[in-house]
């Protein structure tokens, strides 16, 4: 009784088509000092229906209503018929304390969902996977419309824009993100409002700022990223090789995570610059603008050549700071973190092809075998590769695929079963289509592989 009217022919928007009016029970409050204790009292007999609240303003009028207050009641109360009235509600109108009245609920285009609204629009054989889902970065909504649905994507359009006062933009992805350019960007059609793309998001409180249509950026990876900085140590190195902003790069610099963050597009080069710059993480991250397969190579041979550390300064207690310590005494002990020679992690997020770069890692760090275990306690890198695959409810067929296809790439054999191999499951991208995380220990015999 409270979803919006029905209009399957609807093309273009009409907002004052819904509307709907609902007969209803309210107990008016004939004393306003009692509202509060009659809410209480009458719990479980009033409305509950979400975004409406149950307090109105009395419905009848009279001399005596004048800043009265009424309680709207549920569906099954009827004004007209005490026989449905509740035990409490009886002894609150014999009380004197209310009475029921009839309440007429209107209900408008501005009360109802985006979900409702469609659900009253699109044909029922076309609701099974109707567009709720969609990507939201900055002030754009970007949405991957299915064929059924494109000739209502301007309705789509202008109720997803009604109703999230956030979004400025919506726009419709018309191609495969990576399957026409290397830079991961992807063509789209603009469908209503501001045709500006330049936005600002925030993730992890690292802020980035760019431009949507020249960069990769997908806001559901979120729990990726996090899950991987969240395996990163302060102190160790890290070789981000398909950075794009610096979703993983900037938060493991907040930790004190030595990062080389690199990615071919020039402009997502450029918004990385700025987010290193915004994030005051330039000490720890550093950014390039190279071929990934390249940078793999040349990163290894000049970490191996570099030497940088930075001080760390201890922020002082409530007492350092206080007046009453003396300032030679309120200074803590300065801590040097020493950059390694040697990157503990690789970050290859390009599932589209990220595994064909693997063979970029053989005889990576052939004559520098002395450096890693077991001449020393250092490991040789752990490689996080992500990828796509079919989807099945165990992923087993999909792990021992991703495998092969590691393998294949590496020159060396790695299986499922192995120690230090995770296969993660990321997220659904397409009904048949998942995206995996491939994580494993570098192999010595690729690591120091005569090329």
Same mark, same amino acid.
Request: charge should be neutral; glycine fraction near 4%.
């Given at each position: 009784?409270? +979803? *919006?009217?029905?209009?399957? &022919?609807?093309? %273009?928007?009409?907002?004052?088509?819904?509307? $709907? @009016? =609902?007969?209803?029970? !309210?107990?008016?409050?004939?004393?306003?000092?009692?509202?509060?204790?009659?809410?209480?009292?009458?719990?479980?007999?009033?409305?509950?229906?979400?975004?409406?609240?149950?307090?109105?303003?009395?419905?009848?009028?009279?001399?005596?209503?004048?800043?009265?207050?009424?309680?709207?009641?549920?569906?099954?109360? +009827? *004004?007209?018929?005490?026989? &449905?009235?509740? %035990?409490?509600?009886?002894?609150?109108?014999? $009380? @004197? =304390?209310?009475?029921? !009245?009839?309440?007429?609920?209107?209900?408008?285009?501005?009360?109802?969902?985006?979900?409702?609204?469609?659900?009253?629009?699109?044909?029922?054989?076309?609701?099974?996977?109707?567009?709720?889902?969609?990507?939201?970065?900055?002030?754009?909504?970007?949405?991957?419309?299915?064929?059924?649905?494109?000739?209502?994507?301007?309705?789509?359009?202008?109720?997803?824009?009604?109703?999230?006062?956030?979004?400025?933009?919506?726009?419709?992805?018309?191609?495969?993100?990576?399957?026409?350019?290397?830079?991961?960007?992807?063509?789209?059609?603009?469908?209503?409002?501001?045709?500006?793309?330049?936005?600002?998001?925030?993730?992890?409180?690292?802020?980035?700022?760019?431009?949507?249509?020249?960069?990769?950026?997908?806001?559901?990876?979120?729990?990726?990223?996090?899950?991987?900085?969240?395996?990163?140590?302060?102190?160790?190195?890290?070789?981000?090789?398909?950075?794009?902003?610096?979703?993983?790069?900037?938060?493991?610099?907040?930790?004190?995570?030595?990062?080389?963050?690199?990615?071919?597009?020039?402009?997502?080069?450029?918004?990385?610059?700025?987010?290193?710059?915004?994030?005051?993480?330039?000490?720890?991250?550093?950014?390039?603008?190279?071929?990934?397969?390249?940078?793999?190579?040349?990163?290894?041979?000049?970490?191996?050549?570099?030497?940088?550390?930075?001080?760390?300064?201890?922020?002082?207690?409530?007492?350092?700071?206080?007046?009453?310590?003396?300032?030679?005494?309120?200074?803590?002990?300065?801590?040097?973190?020493?950059?390694?020679?040697?990157?503990?992690?690789?970050?290859?997020?390009?599932?589209?092809?990220?595994?064909?770069?693997?063979?970029?890692?053989?005889?990576?760090?052939?004559?520098?075998?002395?450096?890693?275990?077991?001449?020393?306690?250092?490991?040789?890198?752990?490689?996080?590769?992500?990828?796509?695959?079919?989807?099945?409810?165990?992923?087993?067929?999909?792990?021992?695929?991703?495998?092969?296809?590691?393998?294949?790439?590496?020159?060396?054999?790695?299986?499922?079963?192995?120690?230090?191999?995770?296969?993660?499951?990321?997220?659904?991208?397409?009904?048949?289509?998942?995206?995996?995380?491939?994580?494993?220990?570098?192999?010595?015999?690729?690591?120091?592989?005569?090329?």
């Amino acid at each position: 009784m409270f +979803r *919006p009217p029905v209009n399957r &022919t609807m093309r %273009q928007l009409d907002r004052s088509f819904f509307q $709907k @009016k =609902v007969p209803l029970a !309210a107990a008016r409050v004939l004393d306003t000092k009692q509202i509060s204790k009659c809410k209480t009292e009458l719990g479980k007999e009033l409305l509950s229906l979400e975004r409406c609240t149950v307090v109105r303003s009395d419905p009848v009028e009279d001399g005596l209503s004048k800043g009265r207050k009424a309680l709207l009641l549920r569906p099954d109360i +009827r *004004p007209d018929d005490a026989s &449905t009235w509740t %035990q409490t509600i009886n002894q609150l109108v014999e $009380k @004197k =304390v209310v009475a029921v !009245a009839a309440f007429e609920l209107e209900l408008n285009y501005d009360y109802w969902t985006y979900h409702d609204i469609m659900d009253a629009i699109i044909p029922e054989g076309e609701q099974d996977e109707l567009p709720t889902g969609f990507n939201i970065v900055g002030h754009v909504a970007h949405l991957n419309l299915r064929e059924q649905y494109l000739p209502y994507k301007g309705l789509i359009a202008t109720v997803l824009l009604d109703k999230n006062p956030t979004i400025r933009t919506v726009i419709n992805k018309i191609n495969d993100v990576g399957t026409e350019n290397e830079y991961r960007t992807f063509a789209y059609e603009l469908l209503l409002g501001d045709p500006n793309l330049n936005v600002e998001v925030k993730e992890e409180d690292c802020f980035f700022r760019f431009d949507y249509s020249k960069v990769y950026w997908n806001s559901r990876l979120n729990t990726e990223h996090r899950r991987l900085v969240e395996m990163f140590q302060a102190g160790e190195a890290v070789c981000d090789v398909m950075a794009g902003v610096g979703p993983f790069a900037v938060p493991a610099g907040k930790k004190r995570v030595f990062v080389w963050a690199n990615d071919l597009n020039p402009d997502s080069y450029a918004s990385l610059n700025d987010a290193i710059k915004r994030n005051k993480v330039h000490q720890f991250v550093k950014p390039f603008n190279e071929d990934g397969r390249a940078f793999i190579r040349n990163s290894a041979i000049q970490l191996l050549k570099k030497d940088h550390s930075v001080d760390i300064r201890p922020r002082p207690s409530r007492d350092q700071a206080s007046s009453k310590v003396p300032k030679k005494q309120s200074a803590p002990p300065k801590q040097i973190l020493k950059q390694p020679k040697t990157f503990d992690h690789y970050v290859m997020n390009l599932p589209a092809t990220a595994i064909t770069f693997l063979d970029a890692f053989t005889g990576l760090y052939r004559g520098h075998e002395a450096l890693f275990s077991p001449h020393t306690e250092t490991k040789l890198p752990v490689i996080h590769v992500h990828c796509f695959s079919t989807k099945s409810d165990d992923n087993k067929e999909e792990k021992i695929k991703i495998c092969e296809a590691i393998s294949s790439h590496l020159g060396c054999r790695i299986t499922p079963e192995d120690p230090e191999v995770e296969i993660w499951d990321v997220r659904d991208v397409a009904p048949n289509k998942r995206m995996f995380c491939a994580s494993f220990r570098l192999p010595q015999e690729v690591a120091f592989r005569h090329i």
